[in-house]
Protein backbone atom coordinates (compact mmCIF):
# COMPACT_ATOMS: atom_id res chain seq x y z
CA UNK A 1 0.00 0.00 0.00
CA UNK A 2 1.33 3.16 -0.74
CA UNK A 3 -1.18 5.89 0.18
CA UNK A 4 -3.36 5.95 3.11
CA UNK A 5 -7.21 4.64 1.46
CA UNK A 6 -9.75 7.39 2.34
CA UNK A 7 -12.73 5.55 4.37
CA UNK A 8 -16.25 7.26 4.67
CA UNK A 9 -19.03 7.04 6.94
CA UNK A 10 -22.41 8.82 7.51
CA UNK A 11 -20.71 11.62 9.46
CA UNK A 12 -17.24 11.11 9.36
CA UNK A 13 -13.99 11.03 6.47
CA UNK A 14 -11.31 8.96 7.57
CA UNK A 15 -8.06 10.63 5.74
CA UNK A 16 -4.51 10.49 5.54
CA UNK A 17 -2.87 13.46 7.78
CA UNK A 18 -1.41 16.59 5.74
CA UNK A 19 1.10 18.96 7.41
CA UNK A 20 -2.08 21.60 7.64
CA UNK A 21 -3.56 19.58 9.99
CA UNK A 22 -0.34 20.01 12.15
CA UNK A 23 -1.64 23.05 14.14
CA UNK A 24 -5.13 21.88 14.85
CA UNK A 25 -3.38 18.12 16.38
CA UNK A 26 -1.35 20.08 18.47
CA UNK A 27 -4.70 22.01 19.61
CA UNK A 28 -6.52 18.91 20.18
CA UNK A 29 -3.97 16.35 21.53
CA UNK A 30 -2.38 19.26 23.38
CA UNK A 31 -5.62 19.29 25.85
CA UNK A 32 -4.24 17.81 29.08
CA UNK A 33 -7.36 15.28 29.32
CA UNK A 34 -6.74 13.93 25.99
CA UNK A 35 -3.03 13.32 26.79
CA UNK A 36 -4.10 11.64 30.41
CA UNK A 37 -6.33 8.63 28.42
CA UNK A 38 -3.75 7.72 26.04
CA UNK A 39 -0.23 5.75 26.87
CA UNK A 40 1.65 7.68 24.21
CA UNK A 41 0.54 11.91 23.75
CA UNK A 42 3.03 13.59 25.66
CA UNK A 43 2.06 17.18 27.64
CA UNK A 44 2.35 19.69 26.85
CA UNK A 45 2.21 19.10 23.26
CA UNK A 46 5.14 21.46 22.35
CA UNK A 47 5.48 23.66 18.94
CA UNK A 48 6.98 20.77 16.06
CA UNK A 49 5.60 17.90 17.52
CA UNK A 50 2.88 17.30 15.37
CA UNK A 51 4.68 18.01 12.22
CA UNK A 52 7.28 15.25 13.42
CA UNK A 53 4.38 12.62 13.79
CA UNK A 54 3.18 13.37 10.66
CA UNK A 55 5.89 12.58 8.90
CA UNK A 56 6.42 9.16 10.54
CA UNK A 57 3.07 8.22 8.59
CA UNK A 58 4.32 7.95 5.35
CA UNK A 59 7.61 5.67 6.25
CA UNK A 60 5.66 3.15 8.67
CA UNK A 61 2.80 2.80 5.65
CA UNK A 62 5.48 1.56 3.03
CA UNK A 63 7.15 -0.33 5.25
CA UNK A 64 3.69 -2.63 6.17
CA UNK A 65 4.05 -1.18 9.74
CA UNK A 66 0.66 0.54 9.74
CA UNK A 67 -1.75 3.22 8.48
CA UNK A 68 -2.77 6.31 10.51
CA UNK A 69 -6.22 8.52 9.46
CA UNK A 70 -7.37 11.74 10.62
CA UNK A 71 -10.65 12.02 11.85
CA UNK A 72 -12.65 14.65 10.41
CA UNK A 73 -16.31 15.72 10.28
CA UNK A 74 -18.28 15.11 6.77
CA UNK A 75 -19.83 18.73 5.20
CA UNK A 76 -20.82 17.83 1.98
CA UNK A 77 -18.71 14.52 0.80
CA UNK A 78 -16.04 17.01 0.56
CA UNK A 79 -12.30 16.97 1.61
CA UNK A 80 -11.54 20.54 1.61
CA UNK A 81 -14.40 21.33 3.73
CA UNK A 82 -13.98 18.85 7.24
CA UNK A 83 -13.05 19.55 10.60
CA UNK A 84 -10.18 17.57 12.14
CA UNK A 85 -11.24 16.04 15.15
CA UNK A 86 -8.89 13.23 15.76
CA UNK A 87 -6.74 10.72 14.99
CA UNK A 88 -6.89 6.62 14.64
CA UNK A 89 -4.37 3.94 13.69
CA UNK A 90 -3.79 -0.04 13.13
CA UNK A 91 -0.37 -0.60 13.84
CA UNK A 92 0.63 -3.82 11.98
CA UNK A 93 2.54 -6.63 13.09
CA UNK A 94 2.95 -8.35 9.35
CA UNK A 95 4.51 -11.58 10.69
CA UNK A 96 2.01 -12.56 13.27
CA UNK A 97 -0.90 -10.78 11.19
CA UNK A 98 -2.38 -9.05 14.02
CA UNK A 99 -2.68 -5.14 14.33
CA UNK A 100 -3.49 -3.09 17.39
CA UNK A 101 -6.13 -0.45 17.42
CA UNK A 102 -5.41 3.34 18.72
CA UNK A 103 -7.47 6.49 18.82
CA UNK A 104 -8.21 9.77 20.33
CA UNK A 105 -10.82 12.54 20.14
CA UNK A 106 -10.67 15.92 20.45
CA UNK A 107 -12.18 16.54 23.55
CA UNK A 108 -14.92 19.15 22.37
CA UNK A 109 -15.91 15.98 19.96
CA UNK A 110 -16.27 14.18 22.79
CA UNK A 111 -20.04 11.99 23.48
CA UNK A 112 -21.10 11.95 19.71
CA UNK A 113 -20.27 8.73 18.95
CA UNK A 114 -17.90 9.71 16.47
CA UNK A 115 -15.05 7.56 17.73
CA UNK A 116 -17.11 4.41 18.13
CA UNK A 117 -17.75 5.30 14.11
CA UNK A 118 -14.62 5.97 13.00
CA UNK A 119 -13.39 3.09 15.12
CA UNK A 120 -15.41 0.58 13.20
CA UNK A 121 -14.67 1.37 9.76
CA UNK A 122 -10.86 1.20 10.81
CA UNK A 123 -11.30 -2.26 12.24
CA UNK A 124 -13.47 -3.78 9.55
CA UNK A 125 -10.29 -2.09 7.35
CA UNK A 126 -8.11 -4.20 8.72
CA UNK A 127 -10.06 -7.46 8.97
CA UNK A 128 -11.50 -7.46 5.66
CA UNK A 129 -8.79 -5.20 3.51
CA UNK A 130 -5.56 -5.69 5.60
CA UNK A 131 -6.57 -9.62 6.60
CA UNK A 132 -5.45 -9.52 9.60
CA UNK A 133 -5.99 -12.66 11.85
CA UNK A 134 -7.18 -10.27 14.71
CA UNK A 135 -6.83 -6.98 16.25
CA UNK A 136 -6.57 -5.84 19.75
CA UNK A 137 -6.85 -2.68 21.93
CA UNK A 138 -5.52 -1.43 25.20
CA UNK A 139 -7.37 1.18 27.50
CA UNK A 140 -6.48 3.01 31.35
CA UNK A 141 -9.01 1.19 33.28
CA UNK A 142 -9.39 4.81 34.29
CA UNK A 143 -11.15 5.49 30.71
CA UNK A 144 -13.97 3.34 30.66
CA UNK A 145 -15.43 5.36 27.45
CA UNK A 146 -13.04 3.77 25.08
CA UNK A 147 -13.82 0.59 26.69
CA UNK A 148 -17.12 1.33 25.35
CA UNK A 149 -15.83 2.07 22.04
CA UNK A 150 -14.06 -1.37 21.72
CA UNK A 151 -17.68 -3.17 23.02
CA UNK A 152 -19.49 -1.45 20.34
CA UNK A 153 -17.42 -2.29 17.83
CA UNK A 154 -17.48 -6.36 18.61
CA UNK A 155 -14.69 -6.42 20.79
CA UNK A 156 -14.29 -8.71 23.23
CA UNK A 157 -12.58 -8.37 26.51
CA UNK A 158 -9.53 -10.48 27.03
CA UNK A 159 -7.04 -9.07 29.94
CA UNK A 160 -6.45 -6.76 32.59
CA UNK A 161 -3.23 -6.05 33.49
CA UNK A 162 -2.58 -4.36 36.86
CA UNK A 163 -0.56 -1.50 37.23
CA UNK A 164 1.01 -2.23 33.75
CA UNK A 165 1.58 1.46 32.64
CA UNK A 166 3.33 4.26 34.13
CA UNK A 167 1.66 7.74 32.97
CA UNK A 168 2.97 11.11 34.84
CA UNK A 169 4.26 8.79 37.60
CA UNK A 170 1.44 6.66 38.24
CA UNK A 171 1.75 3.16 37.55
CA UNK A 172 -1.76 2.95 35.78
CA UNK A 173 -3.89 -0.70 34.66
CA UNK A 174 -4.66 -1.27 31.33
CA UNK A 175 -7.57 -3.48 30.28
CA UNK A 176 -7.26 -5.46 26.89
CA UNK A 177 -9.77 -6.22 24.44
CA UNK A 178 -9.74 -8.05 20.89
CA UNK A 179 -11.18 -9.76 17.78
CA UNK A 180 -10.65 -12.81 15.96
CA UNK A 181 -10.94 -12.47 12.06
CA UNK A 182 -13.34 -15.15 11.43
CA UNK A 183 -12.42 -15.31 7.57
CA UNK A 184 -8.66 -14.57 7.86
CA UNK A 185 -6.23 -17.51 6.32
CA UNK A 186 -4.51 -19.12 9.90
Given at each position: ???????????LILRAFTLDDA???QKLAGERDIAATTSNLPHPYEDG?????????????????????AITLKVNDSYTDT?????????????????????WIGKPYWNSGY?????KVV???????????SIHAFYFAKNPASGRVM?????????????????????????KYNIQNKTADV
Open positions: MKTVPTLHTERQDVMAETWINTHTPRLKEGKGVVWTLIGAIDINVDKSEKIGELGYCSEAALNYGLDVLKLKQKIGMKFEQRFPKAVEKWGVLEDII
